[in-house]
């Protein structure tokens, strides 16, 4: 139950980053037909960059579940079933120290960024701490996502994102390989 409302909030930062992609998109095509009209969209880079960083960062614990995230498993094959698990373990362990060190200094950047009342630097004054949520939110609920696959993995269940790559590499039914062609 509670890992599957994990996981519907995984799914809703990895839809919202894409609407943040799409912004992006729309950003900068209102600035291209703007200066094309000789205006300009003030802190349109400003606020597409902060976009970019909503994208980069909502889109972790999504994409780690989904086991979207580049492995290198070439030496961990090799160490056979036992070293294996221990390799995932402790590369999970390590996941998990970095993200939630990084997540609690990222709340503790917007709370002091919040509490100073510091904003943006450019044509658009903007409170600092409202784009760095996304980053917050992102980085927190990615060491989330580590922390419970690091939990399956010490468990002896499956990891998610072990189970997301698996069912990802199975041909569906009906599905033609290139050795039936």
């Known amino acids: 139950m509670f ?11 990895g839809a919202l980053a894409g609407v943040f992609l799409v912004a992006i998109c ?12 000789g205006a300009i969209i003030p802190s349109a880079d400003e606020f597409a960059g902060f976009c970019l960083a ?24 090799a160490l056979g079933s036992i070293g ?30 919040a509490t100073r009342g510091e904003v943006t630097s450019g044509l658009v004054p903007v409170p600092l701490w409202f784009p760095q949520m996304g980053m917050a939110i992102g980085i927190s609920l990615f060491a989330v996502a580590i922390v419970e696959d690091l939990v399956s993995a010490i ?4 990891t998610a994102f072990d189970r997301n790559e698996t069912s990802r590499l199975k041909p569906e039914v009906g599905d033609q390989s290139m050795t039936d062609i």
């Open 3 to 13: 890992t599957r409302s994990l996981d519907a909030v995984y799914r809703i930062t």
């Open 26 to 37: 729309v950003i900068v095509m209102a600035q291209i037909v703007a200066r094309q009209l």
């Open 54 to 77: 909503a994208t980069s960062f909502l889109g972790l614990a999504h994409s780690f579940r989904s086991g979207s995230h580049i492995r290198v498993t070439l030496f961990v094959q």
């Open 84 to 113: 294996s698990r221990l390799m995932l373990i402790f590369a999970l362990a390590v996941a998990a120290a970095v993200s939630g060190l990084l997540a609690y200094h990222t709340i503790a950047m917007v709370i002091q960024n």
């Open 155 to 158: 468990m002896g269940r499956a």
